[in-house]
């Protein structure tokens, strides 16, 4: 069996990200494996604007934001295999894959860096009524369809769920000729971006109904109708049924990380997030087993799954060089409580922060002019307000200098929201 | 005198806006809770611009469409227009990112560049 230094799984943002940084860290023996046929990850087929604000100052598109990060890893040299399935990653770090060119081959990692991204939620896991005709997708798979094959899946659509992908397919199918006649949204708020809001619906006139959802479908070969319904308390409320003549739905009902392979592998997943748990260098359970961007947990923006596998890669280098402070020594838990609905990580080793400890969450709903505050044990190491937070929203923390001194010996981390 | 109801996308906050307007004029903006919200308005209500993006037939390409963007912000007003500027092009492959798909879409005087490159089949 080949041995290796470090295996990527994904050739997304995440994956390309924590290859450039491992090689910037040293790291010369390594290969990034990729399902698809080119680099880039599903950026490739998001072709709106708005990506890159934070990272390279100006709006690009997903494939231009894709190209940078791609040529990049080229010039450097990184070796990458397209086409390329990985069937099988084991707990003592062996990568089984398969392609046409080189079979199946399995390869001996020292360390391996999880980037396999996300998936949308389908149709069987939402429970709607009706029949099962076609012209149902999720809007990912419309968006691919439309934006790299070059079909238009429909004329007349319905969307359920107001993540941005369905907002943005909303523009998307509107611009390509057909009509979106309305967007359901089963909570009283949108889980997108209000830019997304403005400019993918209200510019075009096309209707968000909250706390809305599909209760029928009808159709026996093409979808022919839909028919929506307000809901109180998880329940539709009868003699609020409203149809509309149409043949596609299109489902934007969340993200779930794609986490198969890590599963069978023995990675510990947060029943919160779906992604594995993982400590301060964004390591695993199992050692030398790293994770990054939407395996993790899903983002709203692709600078931070950029930022967060460049961490990862790092981190995956450090281990590799034999920089690591070893695992022995103080874990403390990291804990969400009052509205904070997860965090990354959920483990910090305080021997082995290196000047900084970054923590992501969410919140569990919207909250108004609240403090979003983090205590090691009583200790409060920083506290900051904010005037909004709802859970469509990744907010980043930042603990710097002095107030790392506090950890050793605390007992564990809580992150927290109080009253302003 | 003419009221326009607008969302601030400057932030998560989303602020609902109130513009007040006489004969194309901006009389007040009130709603916003920061000087970003009234420039939004200000901007918006008067000349709103949006970057498009769509796609476009490749003509022997490893892949059937490229995708395209205005290069920079046209009215939006112009969107539909532009798309349909886009309907009667079809580019042959190889596609290099950056490269002129359209100059001067539907007389914006804003060209439409690739966002990405087709290798040829």
Redesign the interface.
Known sequence: MKQIDLVILGGGPAGLAAAIAAYEAGVRDLVILERD?ELGGIL?QC???GFGLHTFKE??????YA?RFAREALTLGIPYKLNTMVLDLSADRVVTAVNRTDGLFQLKAKAVVLAMGCRERPRGALNIPGTRPAGIYTAGTAQRL?????FLPGRRVVILGSGDIGLIMAR?MT??GAKVLCVAELMPYSGG???N???CL??FGIPLKLSHTVVDIQGKERVEGITIARVENGKPVPGTEEHFDCDTLLLSCGLLPENELSRSAGVALSPVTGGPLVDESLQTNLPGVFAAGNVLHVHDLVDYVSEEAAAAGRHAAAYILGQKAPAEGEALPVTAVHGVRYTVPTTVHPARLEGSLTLRLRVDGVYRNKVLAVYAGTDCLWRRKR??L?P??METILIKGAALDKLPGCGGLTVTLEEA | MEKRELTCIGCPLGCPLVVTMENGAVLSVTGNTCPRGDAYARKEVTAPSRIVTTTVPVRGGELAAVSVKTAGEIPKSRIFDCVRALKAVTVDAPVTIGQVILGDVAGTGVDVIATKGVAAR
């Not at chain 1, 709006?59 to 231009?64: A, D, I, N, R, S």
């Open positions: 046929r490739n072709i709106h604007n709006e690009l598109t997903g494939p231009e190209a439309v934006n790299m094959e070059g998307r611009l390509e971006l209000k830019r809001i403005v400019q209200d510019d005037p909004v709802a469509g929203e």
